[in-house]
């Protein structure tokens, strides 16, 4: 485990904690230039699995499809679906992330 020779890539394990919390680390967040404050992302399909990524990443994503850049920006889903996505993304954006102590 570690960082690859390029430093393009990373893997560790994480534990969750009693809180259910994780801890993403240092190497990665550097590689994401990931600061205290930041928001972040989660996103999870149960097929899939889980993803995490800057909330500043989404609002471009969100941005270019409420420009009428559906087609562009995911070609395999309906306009529809896709400005659903959008406004979802902003509506997560809104909302202050969730109390530590749950």
Do not use: C, W
Request: net charge negative; charged share 35%; glycine share 8%.
């Amino acid at each position: 485990m570690g960082k690859s020779k390029d430093g393009s890539k990373y893997m560790s394990s994480v534990r969750v904690g009693p809180k259910g919390q994780i801890v993403i680390p240092k190497e990665v967040r550097d590689m994401f230039k990931i600061k205290p404050g930041d928001t972040l992302l989660l996103l999870a399909d149960a097929e899939k699995g889980i993803a995490i990524e800057r909330m500043e990443i989404f609002r471009r994503i969100a941005d270019a499809i409420l420009g009428g850049k559906a087609r562009a920006v995911y070609p395999e889903h309906s306009e529809e679906d896709s400005l659903t996505f959008a406004r979802e993304i902003l509506k997560a954006e809104e909302k202050e992330p969730e109390n530590e102590s749950d």
